[in-house]
């Protein structure tokens, strides 16, 4: 048995410091509750910082209420430091967002632990739980430490109130041994994960020039994410105009029919052997605010990789996935206007993972309820994100015909963070209680904000009556559509 060099005890402990996480430790903290966060990395912001995730999504829903007050209060921060667009669409600085993270959380006077790991959990029995006659042998847990290692040895941290797993992919419920949900229902196949970069030294103005006037020859109007086009886009008597750049904008190239103005360049990069096919799959950009000169990108994917909770796996994508990286550089220097002397800035220091292991919670989100536009009770956020699996073939699509409609949109129960069997603790983010299709629409960075938020509320009030979460987040500021 390893020495134990080190215990500290907390009202509450969150494990895991990316969106979900930091947001649980903010709302905790707000509530007066002593809060530890516990973090592998340096950093606090997981896959929307050092995983180089942006832009936010949008959560579909008319005025884009943001359902947490600390996500208003994180898009106004970055907003002030020139490092977001300030709307709610969401284009920011991943780095710049890890900084407004841990300025908040120090504010908050929570305690954090980087460079330290999640590597066990001891548990009780709890007496006299069970899950009543008609389940007799369903006994109820009680988590009375989660064990860690980092640089001083190995150390145990206790909360009095709640744990919180906001590790991305159940960690804790993992190493409790409890059940949890991975992949798709059916093949139990993860979603493909990607590693994302970004490239520096990009003459942006140049390559939007060039951009348009691909986008004029495939007959489409203004790059996706950019601004709507002006009457003066297209032709005027006849000859194609550049239209004025947008602040923002990104383009993508993926499978399918859908026309994307950059296709026959990569096709022609493959033909050539500067490409890969794989390369051709999903390729997607984005600016990024108060960097004049980089691109953030959302790829290279890995379309075959079924199991993303296996570490040998998640080493192979790290280091493949910069070979690929260096194959894009070259493609980008040889084919792309504005990139003649572009340079690798930043490679994502995780890999991205969309789905991995999720709870199995008091009630299990399920992909019904997204389409059907369920309302909870206890609800604890909405979205109207559309479905969105990757993979070889894409299976992206909005949750109904009636997209428009604004008052549609689905509701996520307070009891889908509930960890099933166990009476302390909770779970917050991607690794939520949903099914497979389900949490592909719930995943994006502003849910993983209001799911935290809520888990966060929850632990320091101790209490598991999501309506009392709900009215604490309102009070505090955070949005909801009627
Ligand atoms: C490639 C990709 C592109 C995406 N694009 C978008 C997008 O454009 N817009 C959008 O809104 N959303 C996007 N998403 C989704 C979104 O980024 C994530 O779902 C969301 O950020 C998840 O937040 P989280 O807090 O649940 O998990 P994470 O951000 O993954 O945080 C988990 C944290 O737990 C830590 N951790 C894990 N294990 C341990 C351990 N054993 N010990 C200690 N710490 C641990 C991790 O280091 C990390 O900091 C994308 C996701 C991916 C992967």
């Not at 080190?6 to 509530?31: K, P, W």
Request: with cysteine; aromatic share 8%.
């Amino acid at each position: 048995m390893a020495e134990i060099k080190y215990e500290y005890t907390y009202d509450v402990v969150v494990l895991g410091a990316g969106t979900a996480g930091a947001a649980a430790a903010i709302a905790a903290a707000d509530l007066g509750a002593k809060v530890l966060v516990v973090e592998q990395f340096g950093s606090a912001g997981g896959s929307g910082s050092l995983g180089l995730v942006t832009p936010l999504m949008s959560n579909g829903i008319k005025d884009r209420p943001q359902c947490s007050y600390i996500g208003n209060e994180i898009i106004e921060r970055l907003y002030q430091l020139d490092a977001s667009d300030g709307n709610k669409r969401g284009y920011f600085d991943p780095m710049m967002l890890s900084i407004v993270l841990e300025e908040m959380l120090h504010e908050r006077g929570v305690t954090m632990l980087y460079h330290t790991m999640v590597t066990g959990v001891d548990l009780e029995e709890l007496q006299g739980h069970t899950g009543g006659a008609a389940e007799p042998a369903r006994r109820k847990k009680h988590i009375t430490g989660i064990r860690v290692c980092n640089i001083s040895g190995n150390g145990i941290v206790h909360a009095t109130k709640r744990y919180i797993d906001a590790t991305g992919d159940a960690i804790v419920c993992d190493f409790a041994s409890l059940p949890t949900l991975h992949g798709d229902e059916e093949t139990h196949k993860n979603q493909p994960c990607s590693l994302r970069y970004m490239i520096g030294g990009v003459d942006v103005e140049a390559f939007w020039r060039y951009l348009a006037e691909m986008r004029n020859r495939a007959g489409l109007s203004s790059a996706s994410g950019a601004q709507p086009a002006t009457s003066s886009d297209t032709s005027q008597n006849g000859v194609a105009q550049t239209p004025p750049r947008p602040e923002n904008f990104s383009d993508a190239v993926t499978s399918g029919e859908r026309k994307r103005a950059l296709k026959p360049i990569f096709l022609k990069a493959v033909e050539a052997g500067d490409l890969e096919e794989e390369d051709v799959l999903y390729w997607q950009f984005f600016t990024v605010p108060g960097r004049r000169d980089v691109l953030a990108f959302n790829c290279p994917e890995f379309f075959d990789i079924d199991d993303i909770t296996n570490a040998e796996k998640q080493s192979f994508v790290q280091v493949q996935g910069k070979l690929r990286i260096l194959r894009h550089l070259r493609f980008y220097r040889k084919y792309l206007p504005g990139f003649e002397h572009a340079y690798i800035a930043q490679i994502s220091a995780m890999v991205g993972i969309r789905e991995g292991r999720r709870a199995v919670t008091e009630y299990v989100f399920t992909t019904e309820d997204a389409f059907a536009w369920r309302k909870f009770d206890d609800a604890i956020a909405q979205s109207n994100y559309p479905v969105d699996v990757h993979g070889r073939s894409l299976r992206n699509h909005a949750l109904s015909r009636d997209e428009n409609e604004p008052r549609k949109y689905y509701e996520i129960p307070f009891r889908s963070l509930i960890v099933k069997g166990v009476d302390n603790l909770l779970v917050a983010g991607r690794n939520l209680g949903a099914e497979f299709v389900a949490q592909s629409s719930v995943r994006i960075i502003p849910t993983c904000r209001s799911l935290g938020e809520a888990a966060g509320i929850a632990a320091a009030l101790s209490t598991n009556d999501g309506r009392i979460v709900r009215a604490e987040m309102e009070k505090k500021g955070a949005e909801f559509a009627k």
